[in-house]
């Protein structure tokens, strides 16, 4: 490929100057041999006219005076022009008068004398002349010539090749010199353009040879090259400033995937140990409960005991000391039973059903009502309150909330207990309201924690565990719960319960029904 | 047909010779004879160049006289009809020995003047006038006719033509017999 480009340039540079050269001498050589050719004839035209006039002056006396032997005399003077082949002299009455003709001639000579002047027979110039003395036509020359444009035509076409080929030879044997002046350079910038290509060295540069057109082509190939130089130099640099930001970029992403990895792995181990922790608290608290009712049955069995067996001999001061023991015992016993079933609502297995809630708050209401059969509480409950849990949770959430209800409403005149449903769009939202004691909104973050009490003991008795648990149960079923209170007015505790797939809730809630009186 | 004619003239004059002075057939070859002598007479003009002097003006005539051959001059009248000899209108002249021959150019003497040519020539000598004879002589006029092969030629005698202050152009030279000149 390398040579063949080589070659190619020069080659073409080589034809175009000998086509140049061609065309040169096809034109010139055309030009001269046309105007030779014209010239010939002009010239043999009027030398052969020149001649017969000659001839007709010299033959006029022989005319004049009758002497055809003078006449033929005359014209074999002609013998020392070569190319005349034949000669005759016509009298003014037209009739052949002298002749004279060369060896070679067969031809016969025309019996009258033809129009004056010179015309071509094939290869041969005929002139006819009249002979003219003093306004008298004395006769007609008659010329028969060579006539040699053809012949001239073939030589010119040999001497023409010949010249030709000796002129491209030295237009070859020149031009395949000259050339390089004007291909060397250019195969040059080429030889370097390739070198660039193969080694990607954009630090090469063509030496600039000579200051026409191929110099300014060098110079601008070289300032191409600065560019591309420095271009690539830039590309570089911004490449590698690029790989070392992706690389410290790759390098932080890893460090903080490590770190989300060491955190992630610190979390499990934190939740680990925190589950570890509660179990082991509700296990403590659980062994606690146990370990404690034990005790605490001895001391009231016993105080029991004491007083059914020894109250005659126990002074009244004594009997009122075991009675207030004997309370403090029930009401441990209660904190007890409650601790283990907040303990409990934490660690049993939810088996969730569709729970109608309204029964169950029948259920509990009415087992209140059994309790304290004196107590007149308006309590309405709303029908068909469906609800998709574990029922045993559930009665114990709804056991919470109406007996807390049941216990603020103890001091208020026409209590009433209310308990339903809301619901909007997708959310069923339960509620039990009362117009008891009511409490103030500002505690209410206090509300669900265990042990916290918004009411004294002898106001109200209770354990302070109760909303705990209520809360620990809705929020293992999914659920939310809160409260709405003012002092005195009463309260409103709302809870949800996550919706279960055919959740049937709200069927048959069309509205408040008042169960009892 | 014109050299046949002459030929059998000439045949027919060489019997008759002497013998028949007068006939049909004699009278045809002086004819014919004399109509070429005619004719060369008026070419002698293109071939003659005569002196300024010999013309009395440029406009002045050019006279032939014609001694003794009526038939020529007759002939001779009838070809220079509308031509000019030497740029001049011509006229040609019936002469008899021992008239005047002033103002003549040419005169050609027949050949039955016979002995009287030479005082007639004489009489000529040194004018400018182109003398022509039918005479084999070397010391006749300046033209001299004689046929040879039954063909009309002339000689030419350069010494009388200088003498008569002629001259006489080359091509008519080379057309002549015979050239004698000067000192010959």
Redesign the interface.
């Known amino acids: 490929m390398r040579t063949r480009a080589l070659r190619s340039l020069r080659v073409k540079l080589l034809l175009v100057d000998l086509l140049t050269t061609l065309a040169a001498l096809t034109v010139a050589l055309g030009a001269m041999v046309a105007y030779d050719l014209r010239a010939y004839h002009r010239n043999w035209i009027n030398d052969m006219t020149t001649q017969a006039q000659l001839l007709g002056s010299?033959v006029?006396?022989?005319l004049?005076?009758?002497?055809p032997a003078?006449a033929t005399e005359n014209l074999s003077f002609l013998r020392s022009r070569a190319k005349v082949r034949a000669a005759a002299v016509y009298n003014a009455r037209g009739g052949l008068f002298a002749t004279w003709s060369s060896e070679h001639w067969n031809r016969a000579f025309p019996s009258l004398p033809g129009e004056e002047g010179a015309h071509v027979e094939g290869r041969n110039l005929v002139v006819f002349k009249r002979i003219i003395?003093?306004g008298e036509i004395l006769g007609t020359v008659y010329l028969c010539a060579d006539y040699e444009l053809y012949s001239r035509v073939a030589d010119y076409s040999v001497i023409a090749l010949l010249v030709a080929l000796a002129a491209m030879l030295v237009a070859f044997l020149t031009s395949s010199r000259l050339q390089q002046i004007v291909s060397d350079p250019v195969l040059a910038i080429r030889k370097v353009a390739r070198e660039v290509i193969d080694t990607r060295d954009y630090s090469r540069r063509a030496r600039k040879a000579s200051d026409d057109e191929v110099g300014e082509l060098v110079e601008a190939f070289n300032a191409m090259l600065t560019e591309i130089e420095r271009r690539t130099g830039e590309l570089e640099a911004s490449n590698r400033r690029l790989a070392t930001e992706i690389q410290e970029r790759t390098r932080s992403e890893e460090e903080i995937a490590r770190l989300n990895q060491e955190l992630e792995s610190r979390v499990r181990t934190r939740t680990a140990e925190l589950e570890s922790a509660n179990r082991e608290l509700e296990a403590f608290c659980s062994s606690v409960s146990h370990d404690l009712r034990a005790p605490l049955r001895a001391v009231d069995g016993f105080s029991q005991v004491l007083e059914q067996e020894y109250a005659a001999a126990l002074p009244q001061e004594a009997r009122r000391y075991l009675a207030r023991i004997r309370g403090g015992t029930l009401r441990m016993a209660h904190l007890i039973e409650d601790l283990l079933n907040l303990s409990r609502v934490s660690r049993v297995t939810l088996e969730r059903r569709q729970v109608d809630l309204a029964t169950i708050a029948t259920e509990v209401v009415d087992e209140l009502r059994g309790g304290e059969p004196h107590r007149v509480v308006d309590i309405s409950i709303w029908d068909g309150m469906m609800g998709y849990g574990d029922p045993r949770l559930l009665r114990a959430a709804l056991e919470n909330l109406i007996s807390n209800a049941w216990k603020f409403t103890s001091r208020t005149e026409q209590a009433r207990i209310e308990i339903g449903v809301l619901r909007d769009n997708a959310q069923t939202t339960y509620f039990v309201r009362d117009n008891g004691a009511g409490f103030d909104m500002a505690h209410c973050d206090k509300l669900f924690g265990a042990f916290q009490r918004l009411h004294s003991v002898r106001e109200f008795p209770g354990t302070g565990v109760g909303l705990a648990t209520v809360r620990r149960i809705v929020e293992r079923h999914g659920g939310r719960i809160w409260a709405d209170a003012r002092v005195g007015k009463g309260a409103v505790f709302f809870f949800t319960l996550a919706v279960a797939d055919g959740d049937s809730a709200s069927d048959a809630a069309q509205g408040p029904v008042k169960s009892v009186a | 047909m014109a050299a046949l004619r002459l030929l059998i003239a000439s045949l027919l004059s060489v019997l008759l010779a002497g013998i028949w002075q007068s006939g049909l057939a004699v009278e045809d070859l002086t004819e014919a004879e004399y109509r070429?002598k005619a004719a060369?007479l008026y070419?002698f003009g293109?071939?003659v160049q005569w002196p300024q002097s010999a013309f009395a003006s440029p406009s002045g005539t050019f006279q032939i006289g014609v001694i003794g051959a009526d038939t020529l001059a007759d002939q001779l009248e009838q070809i220079v009809a509308g031509h000019t000899m030497a740029d001049h209108p011509v006229i040609v002249r019936k002469l008899k020995a021992g008239e005047a021959l002033n103002g003549l150019h040419l005169v050609f003497i027949g050949r039955s003047q016979g002995a009287k040519l030479t005082p007639l020539l004489d009489t000529l000598r040194g004018r400018p006038v182109l003398t022509v004879t039918e005479s084999d002589s070397d010391t006749a006029g300046v033209i001299n006719f004689v046929v040879v092969d039954d063909?009309?030629?002339?000689d030419v005698l350069l010494p009388t033509a200088e003498e008569d202050s002629l001259k006489i152009?080359a091509?008519?030279l080379?057309?002549a017999r015979r050239v004698i000149k000067g000192g010959s």
């Open positions: 010299t006029a006396p022989a004049s005076f009758d002497d003078l003395e003093h | 070429i060369f070419k293109d071939y063909k009309v030629r002339f152009s091509r008519l080379t057309v």
